[in-house]
């Protein structure tokens, strides 16, 4: 359950990105690269709690953010929490990145 939640967040922000035929060859690969590279770093990611909520905060390697996901029940949380729960596992200045959900 909690590596597909990371793997539907990773598929949902690739394909905001473009997919399909319209893609390269290179870019084919290079997606196919990006996929592999969360899904190596959700392997290892780490749990933190912010206020009472468990998120575990994936790291993929040469890049300048982190996966972050709601661990248990569903419940409400801000982009101030997920925020938080990066820079309680990586020490960096954490800011949400709303991607595709601008469009929502």
Same mark, same amino acid.
């Given at each position: ?22 893609? !390269? #060859?290179?870019?084919? $690969? ?5 996929? *592999? ?7 290892? %990611? @780490? ?25 248990? !029940? #569903?419940?409400?949380? $801000? ?5 938080? *729960? ?7 200045? %954490? @800011? ?9």
């Amino acid at each position: 359950m909690k590596k597909s939640v990371f793997s539907i967040l990773t598929a949902l922000t690739l394909a905001g990105c473009g997919s399909g035929p319209s893609l !390269t #060859p290179e870019q084919r $690969t290079a997606q196919d690269a990006a996929f *592999a590279r969360n899904e190596k770093a959700v392997e290892s %990611a @780490t749990q933190t709690t912010v206020d009472g909520k468990t998120f575990r905060v994936a790291l993929p390697e040469g890049t300048a953010f982190a996966l972050v996901a709601l661990v248990g !029940t #569903p419940t409400p949380y $801000t982009g101030a929490n997920l925020e938080t *729960a990066a820079r309680n596992v990586t020490g960096c200045k %954490a @800011t949400f990145g709303a991607g595709v959900l601008v469009f929502i």
